[in-house]
């Protein structure tokens, strides 16, 4: 403990040091014109593996209420939805499994040492101003240690206030209706403090029945009709608010941010429809704080970029359900986390950096011999960047050391791994149009506070999950001001393999599993993307996108099993989606298409386990226009057009065709 004061205490003592510099166009502003904004910075580092990106105002033309919805049009991703507005959503990387996927938050990665999942359904897309999906890792030296780990990395930067000459505030607010009696305002406001110091306050409250009308119908393994049914979503409602206030400033040689986020929530459990049960008794209490500090300082050729965050994390689970035994339980979660990236230019062509993060972990709950664990996670990594203008590398190496300590029991051993990296890329053409890129890495997930300690399933002898990834990729990207201004495509060819896979397996008991690492999983796929700007005429700009996945995912633990060499559960061959839109003269069209091919729900494929292909279409109207000084935007959306019956979950219907409608006015 006196250790755990010591680190604290140079934690508390780091928190002083200032953070970030943004200088960002506001692109999801309405039009305006922009003076230009000179500031010290490092020269952008290109990808060497590019990353899909949504933007400001495209993110807002996708008919997505969360992060979770809008990650579904990025190829490789498959997002488990549990159906609803307040339903859980967690997001799987080219089949490696939730906890593979790291998630950063305006630089800092989101925990959740409990069970490894962050629900992404948490997260409005109303402040964020870019979402970005690197597979392998960003391409970039320059950054925490911990970031070096994760298989792929979802990053979320919210927006940044950028002030005119004469300009000392803005103000934005939105209210949002439709289905299932969703009631949705929220507020943005910012300020300029001074000519170094800006700061802005983000509020949202989402309220909702969470009630819409589902087809129930099911066949039994013989073909007969068992069920046909329409119902209506019962414990689907939720009752949230976020509330996040952002500080930053620039210094003469570095930048810093200030960021204190919580979002409170109270929401039914949307259960699975089984046997014409249409409700259930789970309500999840959701209160999720944090705050954190970024500072990054420029110093001729060595740059430093630092971060500390506090973190708390309060669920209050409760299970009234008549059938099922009655669970009232509270879960409480703390984090403290630091961190030091450091980066030397050794020559206009190659650097080199290391890293160092402390993090502490506790859970608490008020559950009968619960063993309140706490774990110490130490991350360094060492890595260097070549660029040579028509060929670039990258290769780093990061070890994490890990010890837990629970309460009145022999905690299990220190773990210690160690993570390889290397990226190329290069530019066989003269004009830099075309580039081939390869990548090869070992990560691995730690084996969660669940995964050990949970009573009557934790094994404490778990070892971590690990993963080895191949990439090979093209990439054709062209600009031009001819009729076609953007032309992009992009094509990946990967193998993954996932090794002491943690798995649930029964103990011979009725209701009583434990946790093994058994699973051996053989992963191949192709990624595709293409994305088209057209400018047919003046004033008339048409972008299309598109991106297709295919998969083979099969389980090759042992030949043993009846499932030996199946697709595992729930990642389909074949998925895309595709998104057309128009603007001109202030209005938006927007058409976006999903597609999700069959699956199986269960480890063996067979009939009984198969789940049905589904897709939706979705469509937008928008209209910008000024009243003086003040912008206004109007947005109607029609979702699930075509109001498709299907299911993301087994047994966890989602909405048919549903309507929303915004209002926005900014000055």
């Known amino acids: 403990m006196r250790r755990m004061k010591y680190y604290l205490l140079i934690a ?29 910075a490092r020269k952008p580092v290109e990808d060497i593996i590019p990353a899909q990106v949504l933007n400001g105002d495209e993110l807002r033309r996708l008919n997505s209420n969360s992060v979770a919805d809008a ?11 549990y159906g609803g507005v307040g339903g859980i959503k967690t997001v799987n990387i080219r089949s490696m499994g939730t906890n593979h996927t790291g998630v950063v938050y305006d630089g800092v990665e989101l925990g959740n040492a409990q069970n490894g999942q962050i629900d992404l359904g948490q997260f409005s897309l109303d402040n964020i101003e870019s979402l970005s999906l690197y597979n392998g890792q960003k391409s970039e030296i320059l950054q925490p240690a911990k970031d070096f780990g994760s298989a792929g990395t979802i990053y979320m930067r919210t927006r940044t206030p950028v002030f005119d000459d004469g300009e000392t505030y803005h103000a934005r607010a939105t209210v949002r209706t439709g ?38 119908r099911r066949v039994n393994p013989a073909g007969e009709l068992a069920y046909d049914t329409t119902a209506v979503r019962q414990n689907g409602d939720i009752n949230a608010t976020r509330i996040e206030l952002n500080t930053h400033g620039r210094l003469n040689s570095g930048s810093w941010t200030f960021k204190v986020y919580n979002y409170n929530s109270e929401r039914g459990v949307p259960g699975a429809i089984v046997n014409n049960v249409w409700r259930r008794g789970e309500r999840i209490w959701d209160t999720n704080s944090f705050a ?35 669970i009232d339980n509270l879960y409480r979660q703390k984090e403290v986390y630091f961190s030091s990236a450091n980066e030397y230019e050794l020559t206009g062509q190659w650097r080199v950096s290391a890293s160092y993060d402390f993090m502490w972990n506790t859970l608490d709950a008020d559950v009968y011999g619960f063993v309140k664990p706490d774990r110490i996670s130490q991350f360094v990594s060492v890595a260097t960047a070549l660029d040579l203008d028509r060929f670039k590398a990258q290769a780093s190496v990061q070890g994490t050391f890990v010890h837990d300590r629970i309460e009145g029991q022999q905690a299990p051993a220190d773990k210690h791994v160690f993570s390889p990296a290397v990226f190329v890329n290069g530019y066989p053409l003269r004009n830099k149009d075309f580039s081939i890129r390869l990548f090869y890495k070992k990560s691995f997930r730690m084996p969660t506070f669940n995964d050990l300690y949970y009573a009557d399933m934790g094994n404490s002898l778990l070892s971590p999950e690990r993963v080895e990834q191949y ?31 943690i798995v649930a397996y029964p103990k011979g008991q009725q209701f009583r599993w434990t946790m093994l690492n058994l699973g051996l999983v053989d992963i191949r796929g192709i990624d595709v993307t293409g994305l088209l700007t057209l400018n047919p005429c003046r004033g008339l700009y048409v972008t299309l ?69 589904w897709y939706t279409s979705d469509v937008s109207l ?22 498709q019956d299907y299911d993301v979950i087994l047994n966890y219907p989602m909405p048919k065709r549903n309507y929303r409608f915004s209002l926005t006015v900014e000055i």
């Open 12 to 40: 508390g003592a780091l928190s002083i040091l200032p953070t970030e510099l943004y200088a960002a166009e506001r692109a999801d502003s309405l039009p305006h014109q922009l003076r230009e904004v000179v500031v010290t």
């Open 71 to 81: 990650l579904r049009y990025f190829s490789g991703v498959q997002v488990k939805d």
């Open 179 to 216: 289905s299932f009696d969703l009631l949705n305002p929220s507020a943005l406001v910012e300020l300029k403090l001074s000519d170094r110091i800006s700061a802005s306050l983000s509020a949202e409250w989402i309220n909702s029945s969470g009630k819409y009308k589902f087809r129930y």
């Open 292 to 326: 954190q500090g970024r500072y990054t300082g420029f110093f001729g050729r060595f740059t430093t970029l630092n971060n500390i965050k506090y973190a708390f994390y309060r669920t209050h689970y409760v299970n009234n359900d008549d059938k099922q035994v009655k």
């Open 471 to 501: 990439n090979a990729g093209v990439l054709y990207d062209h600009r031009s001001r001819s009729l076609i201004s953007a032309a992009r495509v992009s094509a990946d060819a990967y193998y993954n393999r996932v090794k002491d896979k």
């Open 545 to 613: 996108r598109g991106q297709y996945t295919f998969q083979r995912a099969i389980d090759i633990t042992s030949p043993a099993d009846n499932y030996y060499r199946h697709q595992i559960p729930y990642i389909p061959r074949h998925s895309g989606s595709a998104v057309a839109n128009a603007q001109w003269r202030g209005w938006g069209l927007n058409y976006s298409w999903i597609y999700v091919g069959s699956r199986y729900n269960q480890q063996e494929n067979i009939r009984y386990n198969y789940t049905q292909p």
């Open 622 to 643: 928008s209209k910008d226009f000024r009243l003086g000084k003040v912008g206004l935007r109007g947005l109607i959306e029609v979702n699930n057009l075509l109001s």
